[in-house]
């Protein structure tokens, strides 16, 4: 299905990435370990599994929506979310880094003040809210549209590219 070049635009819709680039994260995934061994269904595509994973970390909607957009239970995209997870946390220090020198820094700041004429800068923060399905016991934070939610914030580099 997702092989399919038709599935272009969906991808880039739903997923927030085109086809290369959804196509390279399947890889990347499956090269760090997301066999998705866990899973009790075989009947979904490696690709499916992670697409579905992508739309829900995209979106404001919850593993019901994920899962009737993809054709999966809930509890199922619940475990394939919690493998790929897992495993981003595992090598985000691999893949997530800061600069260590003077002169790291100084790139990036170079990189923000020639461009855009913002000297001093050394990296910008941007935040979103991301709706959440609220769990039974949840006491967590409620956005002022009053539904629960989890703040994910990220720091870019003057490429737009997470540091």
């Given at each position: 299905?997702?092989?399919?070049?038709?599935?272009?635009?969906?991808?880039?819709?739903?997923?927030?990435?085109?086809?290369?680039?959804?196509?390279?994260?399947?890889?990347?995934?499956?090269?760090?370990?997301?066999?998705?061994?866990?899973?009790?269904?075989?009947?979904?595509?490696?690709?499916?599994?992670?697409?579905?994973?992508?739309?829900?970390?995209?979106?404001?909607?919850?593993?019901?929506?994920?899962?009737?957009?993809?054709?999966?239970?809930?509890?199922?995209?619940?475990?394939?979310?919690?493998?790929?997870?897992?495993?981003?946390?595992?090598?985000?220090?691999?893949?997530?880094?800061?600069?260590?020198?003077?002169?790291?820094?100084?790139?990036?700041?170079?990189?923000?003040?020639?461009?855009?004429?913002?000297?001093?800068?050394?990296?910008?923060?941007?935040?979103?809210?991301?709706?959440?399905?609220?769990?039974?016991?949840?006491?967590?934070?409620?956005?002022?549209?009053?539904?629960?939610?989890?703040?994910?914030?990220?720091?870019?580099?003057?490429?737009?590219t997470f540091m």
């Amino acid at each position: 299905m997702l092989q399919s070049s038709a599935y272009s635009s969906w991808l880039e819709t739903n997923l927030r990435c085109t086809r290369s680039t959804f196509f390279r994260i399947a890889s990347f995934l499956q090269e760090h370990g997301v066999a998705f061994a866990q899973a009790k269904v075989k009947k979904h595509s490696y690709e499916k599994k992670v697409a579905a994973v992508l739309y829900f970390l995209g979106s404001a909607g919850g593993y019901r929506e994920v899962g009737a957009a993809m054709g999966m239970a809930r509890s199922y995209v619940m475990e394939i979310t919690t493998e790929v997870v897992r495993v981003l946390n595992a090598v985000a220090p691999a893949v997530i880094s800061f600069p260590r020198s003077r002169d790291g820094w100084t790139a990036v700041e170079d990189g923000f003040a020639s461009p855009h004429g913002y000297p001093g800068v050394a990296g910008a923060i941007d935040g979103s809210l991301i709706a959440i399905e609220r769990p039974e016991d949840y006491d967590g934070f409620y956005c002022r549209k009053c539904y629960p939610s989890l703040n994910v914030q990220a720091i870019v580099s003057p490429d737009r590219t997470f540091m």
